[in-house]
């Protein structure tokens, strides 16, 4: 009997180390592979984090930079501090299909079936070779819509969830979720809104590509991926200045001003206390680091055709939102992405959208005592880029 006892206390006891920290995410992200740790408690707490820069022959070769950090993965986790066994995976952009459907309901046929039907037919493949999931919008009050369901579909082909699988298990460890950027962007923000929550449009610029999420609190709204982001703004700096691409990008950090038409407006901080405490006035340190690169006596780039480009394409989906939702308006944008860094072009979109902007720092909720392992990221700085990876952390575990 003593035995028995002790034998489920001590699995009790395994039990607790177990769950005490959250499942060991990985993004795999254009320009970094993000592994990030937190407690389960709340707040939560850093248990360990790790980034590892993309090398730049890569940035132009999402095969080979895909392969390059499923290689690196178990590296990159050996020489970090991280606990436990469990991983969750975050599927990349580039390798996810996102799209608004309107299926019309029909007797005897359930919306999962509808859906296997209609998004293979749009990508022209079999159902079997894709992971199908899909987020039914709520309260739709477009006219016309009664028989009519509004739902965001996200496709992933099936091979590319077998390589992170496998890359997982090389890394010993067991593969317990697959999440979509959008679901986990949504879920860093989770717990953290007002008792009255406020449609905010979440911008999550990074350098190959912009995520527009659209939500009210917890409850996904509308969500697209626009293949614009700070790589075009480089490439017309580039271009227009005949740097090669690293200088350029120095330089278009460097610019306080992105078009020849004015002072931009200010980013509005975050109130100090508020619900959502981690959107804060990190601007000033953001721009410091921006401001690291060359200062030329003259700045000449002008920057406003990709701009305006990336500012039509988030336009173009607040009206479908408004289409959807005739008597909402968004009450604030929300910037988050490595690009979110850059004050100017946080700025520049705000004023352009005309709307209220904030940026976040999805860390500052993480509590820290300083002494955490973290490699290659500093959190004494702002990082709005690891907004999808702390999302990972704090997502349910899927499989």
């Excluded at 912009?210 to 490439?235: M, P, Q």
Aim: hydrophobic residues 45%; charged residues 25%.
């Amino acid at each position: 009997m003593g035995l028995n006892v002790l034998n489920k206390a001590s699995r009790t006891a395994m039990n607790l180390a177990r769950i005490a920290h959250a499942p060991i995410a990985v993004d795999f992200g254009v320009t970094a592979l993000k592994v990030l740790q937190v407690s389960t408690a709340e707040p939560p707490a850093l248990v360990a984090a790790s980034m590892l820069p993309t090398p730049d022959p890569l940035l132009y070769d999402p095969a080979k930079r895909f392969a390059f950090q499923l290689e690196q993965l178990p590296k990159v986790l050996k020489r970090s501090g991280f606990r436990g066994k469990r991983a969750v995976c975050v599927i990349p952009a580039d390798r996810t299909f996102c799209k608004h459907l309107q299926l019309t309901r029909s007797d005897g046929v359930n919306l999962r079936d509808l859906i296997h039907s209609a998004v293979p037919a749009e990508l022209g493949c079999p159902a079997s070779a894709l992971v199908l999931r899909h987020i039914e919008v709520k309260g739709v009050e477009r006219p016309g819509q009664a028989n009519r369901n509004e739902v965001i579909c996200l496709a992933t082909p099936r091979e590319i969830v077998n390589r992170l699988m496998q890359a997982v298990r090389s890394a010993r460890l067991e593969s317990v979720g697959m999440h979509d950027e959008f679901t986990c962007m949504l879920n860093a923000f989770s717990g953290m809104g007002s008792e009255q929550p406020q449609t905010t449009l979440y911008l999550d610029i990074g350098w190959a590509r912009t995520r527009v999420i659209i939500a009210s609190g917890k409850e996904l709204l509308f969500a697209r991926c626009t293949e614009i982001g700070g790589r075009h703004l480089d490439e017309a700096v580039a271009h227009q200045l005949k740097y090669e691409l690293p200088l350029a990008r120095q330089e278009r950090l460097a610019m306080e001003h992105l078009t020849p038409d004015g002072v931009e407006p200010s980013v509005t901080p975050a109130p100090e206390g508020a619900g959502m405490a981690m959107l804060n006035a990190a601007m000033r340190k953001a721009d410091g680091e921006a401001k690291s690169g060359p200062a030329p006596a003259a700045r000449r780039a002008d920057l406003s055709e990709p701009l305006d480009i990336l500012k039509d394409e988030i336009a173009a989906c607040l009206r479908y939102f408004e289409s959807l939702f005739p008597s909402r308006r968004v009450d604030r944008a929300v910037f988050l992405g490595g690009e979110a860094r850059h004050r100017a072009l946080c700025q520049h979109l705000a004023k352009a959208l005309r709307v209220a902007g904030q940026v976040a720092d999805p860390m500052a909720r993480v509590a820290r005592t300083g002494n955490e392992p973290t490699n290659g990221v500093d959190f004494h700085h702002p990082q709005p880029g690891w907004a999808i990876v702390l999302g990972a952390c704090l997502s349910q575990t899927d499989l």
